[in-house]
């Protein structure tokens, strides 16, 4: 220690727990302040010789404690009753007795864990291997089986001299100066480190790369694969058993399937007329119905009120009014068959409206013509 | 209740400063009587009323002496007139009488009794809006379930046995087949299976069986002990499983009273046969409508949801509401005795509701209160006796 | 300051020593090239470990089902190593905080070595319940609550979740128990050693700890706050391990009786192994004159009382079993005693009733060899207690046609393996690298330690 750098603290050893007790007490009552005491484990009445306040973490404990419980109930609160209410084994969403367990331990983890590093981080100011003390003779002896006191340099009362004689008059050995390091006070800031930012950009690679690699690769290996990949042959998938490469069977050549037959009338459209007489009745459902596919399929052309204002600017060519008399004179069946198998522009709409809903929206378009040649009796 | 009392309501009796079993004098334009106070609530504000008869100075050794008289309160123009006078005042006198009732209860501001007879359902009351919302308030459960709901019965008269259910199953739901060595083991995966008991003597043994699959309990207990809600309750009464969530915990198994859940111990497409099952056509052989679940998780008896989603969906298109008899799981269709039905048991009409009904219908492990969805009606045997 | 007073009891050690001697004592074994038994015995025990990694790996590549377990005994050895070790880690909290709040100078001889091992064996029970009892390992995440896409949460009702909380718990605060309790220590190796490494290493790990009062004021407050807060900790966590059986419906697990049998059982194994462990080290190391007969005669009248607990508690079940009226219960009970596994309940009966009785006797309490193969006994009965609860009551349960039957595969025992493997390594390492007893605090309670007045 070069004897240029400033002093931290005189030190002194004693060889028992009743001297360094003695001159604690000694030191408080001469009035120095900034002094402290070092012994290889708690000495009883110490606290009370150094004129120290009792410890007062157990407030943080208190605190963290509560936040833990409270914090475990909010989560639990807002899981159970408003994000994710999901009905278990009868139980009503708010099981409190069954949420007793987490809470308390919640408790227990945040008051243990935060209060010690509290009283590590706030009161110890610690980790700090940079401290004057450390690496001494004095420390040695005080780690070991020597009791210490140390007075600092900056207390008030203050003066080398007094203090060496002050620590002789209580019976002190070993009286030695203790100072700072000079290579500790000038590190000042180290964030721009090199090697600390090397450390940083390695870590920084390996986590990024392990985080991309098990989130697009290592989690869709088998068997962590989620089960995406599945034996089976789900709907338009290929096979390679098949000649013709797809895994969907058609039909077998002049078989019908259930629920699929052909329709009979096509390209004659006045055997349709005639003969095709609408199974539904004109009931609200239905013309709900009739209206919610027209409104989806028949309105970007027709207009929502069949006026033939279409919707489509011109991009494809505006279908006639449907509230002409020409098409109100229409059988059902004719309407059906025009959507069946489209005429003239419009195509044939059977592939997206089930035989059903094409009848429901013949009755919705009936009621679409009505409304537009409303007879006085129709509004009483 | 001995001795006649002046009922007051009790804000009546705040404001007047008296409680119950002070003495009171109520006067009236013709007359006063001093009375004892009894709080009533319901007793209209401001109006106090006695009960006349009592205070008999000769009537026996039982009548003398009771009560309080208070026929001064009545002058002779309303002693057989009516009996509601107004304009009465009443002062408290100071000194007390004790007031003794058969049922003495509470106050109503006692928050610690406050209606108790309410909170322990002694008395049920409801309103008439309430009744008409709702006919079966006083009846709900925990959890509550509108419209739909799915269930099972199980005739055990009908069934005989042939474990059709159990071939049914297995196509449908892409059950693997686990090989002989882990069938030793007890690792069969089998969702529906047929319990098979024997009774009486070598002699004159007799034979019990019984098909049993998931109960889909409404208090199911699987669904309590899963760590990540994997398994949990759909609003139609479904105990469902969520593969890709199950972590393999085996905790739902062990609390199943019934034992009918299966875990993939390996992933037995895989192991069986040397990978038998991945080989090109059994992808063809694989329901695409139902997945193929992979090792570690568990797994069991969905009452072939993918089939009330299909139904749910035509029912959508067709712009209806999805009925109980849409759905035919694949057990019930296999079975060649009818002895399965299903349907939806909030539907008093369907004939789910009314095996459930039916006298002979029972549940397996009533005790253990898990309320299951699964009927057995009890076979009837016929001994020729 | 708090008001623990130091100066009551008898001298804890049995010839004088000086404060000096305890450092060295305690020290030699870091300081010293370890000894020929030393190798001998991590060789076994990390051959133990590599054996139990390999068995896990292989699992994990094709599947849980290598080991025995089936429907319905769709748990067996995972779990019954899981609470078997989560039981041996009571000890350590109880010596450490629960003898501490009492006030029990004697503790402070064998805590740190009982907090280590609490450690270690809460780390095995960690390491069962995910790896080799999970069908999905590597999903083991979804067991912790925290945000995701799918708003999917934990089940706050079922056992298990409780059990991530209570471990985890129990793991972190033994953690934050034990490393404060170093810290003072390896600021003294610290200021002991002339090897440049192990200097970087204890002044990194010593946080630079200076022996100040002002310090050891918080640090003694903080020290009994910690206790306060593990003693209802570790309580709670064998009641929760109990809940996982005792909240389910099955006959057997399905009882209130639970939470404070396994409590006393877990006490009981704890201290079975502590002191087994102890027996060796105190001889390896020449700690006796540390370590002494009274130490171990605590611990075995501890195990005397326990094990009479537990004993009781066997008793209670049978005779609630009766009471209760219910078919369900008392065949399970039957079943115990006389079915297929009546060996492994009498074995459970024998080692962990009978045996234990012996210590009525000072003679035998203070021999040595008789109280290391009672304490082996224990443990051995303790592991088969878990296993007989487990095994019988899923064995046979509610439905006759859903019986079955386990057996052990070899993988069962290669995990079993495992949990011993990773326990004496970490154990053999704790003692060849750390302080395995409290310099600070036995220094603390010795003759002379404190001021007279």
Known sequence: ?380 | MWDNYAALSPITAKQLGVTSGDLVEVSTSDGAATVPVFLQPGQAENSVSIALGYGRTNAGPIGTGIGFDVTPLLGTATLNGARILSGATIKKTGGSHEIVSTQEHHALDDEFTKELHLKRKIVREGTLAEYEKNPNFLHEEKVTYSGLKWAMAIDLNKCIGCNACVAGCNVENNIPVVGKDQVANGREMHWIRIDRYYAGTDAAPSLSHQPMLCQHCDNAPCENVCPVVATNHSPDGLNQMAYNRCVGTKYCSNNCPYKVRRFNFFDWRDRFADGYYEEQPFDLVHNPEVTVRSRGVMEKCTFCIQRIMEARQHATEQGRELKGTDVKTACQEACPATAIVFGDMSDPKSEVSKYRAHTLGYHVLEETNAKPNVTYIARLKNLGE | MTSLDYTIDPPITTRAVTPAEIDSAIAAPLDRFPSKRWWIAFGVTSTMLAGGLATIAYMLYEGIGLLGFNQPVAWAFDITNFVFWVGIGHAGTLISAILFLMRQRWRNAIARFAEAMTIFAVLCAAIFVTVAHLGRPWLAGYLFPYPNQHALWVNFISPLVWDVFAVNTYLTVSLVFWYLGLIPDLATLRDRTTNAVKKLVYSVLSLGWRFSNRHWSHYERMYLILAGFATPLVLSVHTIVSFDFAVSVNPGWHTTIFPPYFVAGAVFSGFAMVQNVLIIVRKMFKLEHIITMKHLENMNKVMLLTGSMVGYAYAMEMFVAWYSGSQFERFVFLNRALGPYAWAYWTMVSCNVVFVQLFWFKRLRLSIPIMFAVGVLVNVGMWFERYVIIVTTLSRDFLPSSWGHFSPTIFDFGIMMLGFGLFFTLVLLFVRFLPSIAMAEIKAVMDGAQAKH
């Open chain 1, 1 to 380: 220690m070069s004897t240029s750098s400033p002093l931290y603290a005189i030190t002194a050893l004693f060889d028992s727990p009743d001297a360094v007790l003695h001159a604690a007490e000694e030191t408080a009552k001469a009035g120095y302040t900034k002094f402290d005491v070092h012994t290889p484990y708690p000495v009883h009445g110490m606290d009370h010789a150094m004129r120290l306040k009792t410890s007062r973490i157990g407030i943080f404990a208190f605190v963290f404690g509560s936040l833990g419980v409270l914090s475990a109930v909010a989560l639990i609160t807002w899981v159970a009753l408003h994000e994710y209410p999901l009905v278990i084994g009868g139980k009503p969403f708010w099981a409190w007795p069954a949420f007793v367990p987490v809470s308390f331990e919640l408790t227990v983890l945040l008051a243990s864990v935060l209060s010690t590093v509290t009283m590590i981080v706030f009161y110890f100011k610690f980790p700090n291997n940079a401290h004057p003390l450390h690496d001494t003779p004095y420390m040695k002896a005080v780690s070991s089986d020597k009791f210490g006191i140390a007075i600092q340099a900056n207390d008030p009362k203050f003066d080398e001299k007094s203090v060496r004689e002050f620590l002789k008059s209580v019976h002190g050995s070993a009286i030695e100066p203790v100072a700072y390091d000079v290579e500790d006070l000038d590190h000042g800031q180290q964030l721009l480190d090199a090697r600390f930012l090397a450390v940083l950009a390695v870590v920084m690679f390996v986590v990024a790369s392990g985080t991309y690699f098990t989130l697009n690769y290592a989690m869709y290996l088998p068997p962590f694969d989620f089960m995406m990949e599945q034996n089976k042959l789900k709907a338009q998938k290929p096979s390679e058993l098949f000649r013709d490469g797809k895994g969907m069977r058609p039909p077998v050549e002049g078989t019908i399937a259930r629920g699929f037959i052909p329709y009979a009338f096509h390209g004659k459209a006045d055997e349709a007329g005639k003969m095709l007489v609408n199974p539904l009745l004109a009931t609200a459902p239905v013309i709900d119905r009739g209206k919610a596919k027209y409104l989806t399929f028949c309105s970007p052309c027709h207009g929502n009120f069949g006026a033939g204002d279409s919707r489509l600017r011109g991009q494809f060519p505006n279908p006639p009014t449907l509230n002409s008399d020409k098409v109100r004179n229409w059988s059902d069946g004719s309407i059906f068959h025009v959507i069946t198998d489209g005429q003239n522009v419009m195509p044939s709409y059977a592939s997206q409206i089930s035989r059903d809903d094409r009848w429901a929206i013949v009755h919705y378009i009936r009621v679409l013509q009505r409304a537009q040649n409303a007879k006085e009796a129709d509004l009483r």
